[in-house]
């Protein structure tokens, strides 16, 4: 629903600009019609892509991202004196075997690793196997964060900045007003900080994320996952 949102705001965008300045010349008015429905098709397709594309690199199971925070909301984490329970949901797992799972227990030296009649699989592994995991987790979400510095999407992004349990993103923009795709982008940011929580037993009340001027240093916006469906 987001994504169709999205592009609808994007068409709508472009269809008046360049509908603003027509002439009476019917000729040029058909001309600026059929390029008006070129630049919808085209606003139509990255507004699709535009949150998904982020998220491939933290998940490649999903990427619709409000599917994505609800399936990292399963996750669960017990950390013990010396060992860590985790069971992570069928839609980060995909489909498997007990027979795979016994493999990958004795290749990666876990403790555990039961498949359960939901799909999940439930992990038992030491503390340190545990703190490898998490900084994996870190490390795609630095990875992703980076890719969208300055990309085709972001253009106008010079820097993002994550505090150490990725609760808080400054995002710094040479915007002076943030555009649709970077007002958007929250949506990731969200779903990298939810993920980095559940998978280190510290899920998140919030993840905040400023965007921040890149010439005047003021926060232009402020965005809270908390806000996420409250209706506004």
């Known amino acids: 629903m987001k994504k169709q949102f999205l592009a609808i705001l994007l068409a709508g965008t472009l269809a008046s600009s360049m509908l603003a300045g027509c002439g009476?010349?019917?000729?040029?008015?058909?001309?600026?019609?059929?390029?008006?429905?070129?630049?919808?098709?085209?606003?139509?397709?990255?507004?699709?892509?535009?949150?998904?594309?982020?998220?491939?690199?933290?998940?490649?199971?999903?990427?619709?991202?409000?599917?994505?925070?609800?399936?990292?909301?399963?996750?669960?984490?017990?950390?013990?004196?010396f060992d860590v329970t985790i069971t992570?949901?069928?839609?980060?797992?995909?489909?498997?075997?007990?027979?795979?799972?016994?493999?990958?227990?004795?290749?990666?030296?876990?403790?555990?690793?039961?498949?359960?009649?939901?799909?999940?699989?439930?992990?038992?592994?030491?503390?340190?196997?545990?703190?490898?995991l998490v900084d994996t987790v870190a490390k795609q979400i630095d990875n992703a964060t980076a890719e969208m510095i300055g990309s085709e999407q972001y253009p106008n992004i010079t820097s993002i900045q994550a505090n150490s349990d990725y609760t808080k993103f400054t995002v710094t923009t040479k915007s002076s007003e943030l555009s649709l795709s970077e007002s958007f982008s929250v949506m990731a940011f969200y779903t990298f900080g939810g993920m980095y929580g559940v998978f280190s037993g510290e899920k998140a009340d919030n993840i905040q994320v400023e965007f921040v001027n890149a010439d005047t240093g003021e926060v232009m916006n402020t965005a809270n996952s908390k806000d996420l469906g409250d209706g506004n």
């Open 88 to 132: 992570i949901p069928k839609d980060f797992i995909g489909d498997t075997t007990q027979e795979e799972l016994d493999k990958s227990v004795a290749e990666k030296g876990y403790q555990s690793a039961i498949l359960n009649d939901d799909g999940s699989v439930t992990y038992v592994m030491t503390k340190a196997q545990h703190k490898e």
């Open 24 to 81: 009476s010349s019917h000729e040029q008015n058909e001309q600026q019609a059929e390029q008006v429905e070129e630049k919808v098709e085209e606003a139509s397709s990255e507004a699709t892509e535009t949150v998904s594309e982020t998220l491939e690199a933290a998940s490649e199971e999903s990427s619709d991202v409000l599917e994505e925070l609800e399936a990292i909301g399963d996750v669960d984490v017990d950390k013990n004196l």
